[in-house]
């Protein structure tokens, strides 16, 4: 019995050691190729056209070319590329214009040269706020009034804020360092304002370039304020901002609330809407250009028209009033999602006005007229919100709202 049992064991043990072999075999996974079958014949199918409600313009009596226009003298459009800086562009434009009405000289400014301030004190404020502003790319028009006071201001010679040879501007992976950066010192806790803002400006160098603290200019060595003061004439303290709002008091200065003001201004001039667009009209048709902002989502907004109206199913012109205003700007449907420089002005047959836009959008590429677009007065009257302008346009308002 014991000789057995050892030799059952000895035979168990053998089997357990035995060396495992390997060979070669084709390699099959048949259901592998029913999904590239499957797939690629879903790909060939015709698919339903994502489409959108818009407005159709068969019919409108609209603006159909520029020189019906009366236009003040502007800088040609460029694109913001791949950019949330409409606000700059826009804002920029507007100040070129304002030189030139000032000193009759025409200067190409550098649009990134507040922008890369800009989010310098973005990232200030939100280490002094614990993380608490909102961070994105956007701004308002008067933020480039604030850099200027600050930095000052370049001609783009000087700084064109990207690689010479990259054909766009482009934010996308900058901006996404800078807010992966900013949240992980709020998760961190780590507040040192110094080593953080030492930091921002590497990836800011890095995608834009260094800014200039001197610069050549028709011979001459500048400064940024220097060359605003001497060349250019700017006085950022000479342009003011205003809104029309039901929910604070008219004639007073008041906050823009949207996530954009993320500085929290309050020093918008709030002013029934009546006044808001008297004022619009009156400037331009006394030769002032004005930085304009509110939203562009609208059914009757379209690129490849060149134009934006209300459509009267969505709310007819005699209904256009403060409440209609105060009512999307309440229920959201109304944004502050663009910023866009107004340059002139023309008055149709029925007593219509109508705007003429310069546009550094992608959207406003796609038209006729690549880089402008023509509001009617109802969208302007309805869809825009605030808009910065110089006081000596509006002095009448002003003193309305000094008193």
Known sequence: MMIKKLGILLLVA?????????????YSNPFYGTIVKESNQYDKEEKEENKSFKMNFDGKQIPLSLEEFTIVEAENPISQGNTGTCWCF????????????????????????PVYFEYIEKARGYINSRGKIHLGEGSETNAVQRMMKTYGIVP???????????PFYNHEKMFGEIETYLKNCKTTNFWNEDAILSNIKSILNHYMGVPPTKFRYNGRTYTPKSFMRYVTKLNPNHYIDFMSLMQKPYWSQQEYKVPDNWWRSEEYYNIPLEDFMFAIKNSIENGYSISIGGDVSESGYSSTHDVAMVPSYDIPSDFIDENARQFRFSNGTTTDDHAIHLIGYKIDDNGDWWFLIKDSGSGAQNGNFPGYYFYHEDFVKLKMMTFTIHKDAVEG?????NN
């Open 14 to 26: 053998t089997g357990v050691n035995a060396q495992d072999k390997g060979q070669f075999d084709s």
């Open 90 to 113: 826009s804002t920029t434009s507007f100040y070129e214009s304002e030189i030139h009405r000032i000193t009759g000289k025409s200067i190409n400014l550098s649009e990134l040269y």
């Open 156 to 166: 783009f010679s000087a700084y064109e804020g990207k690689p010479s040879d990259q």
């Open 397 to 401: 308002i002003l003193e309305k709202c």
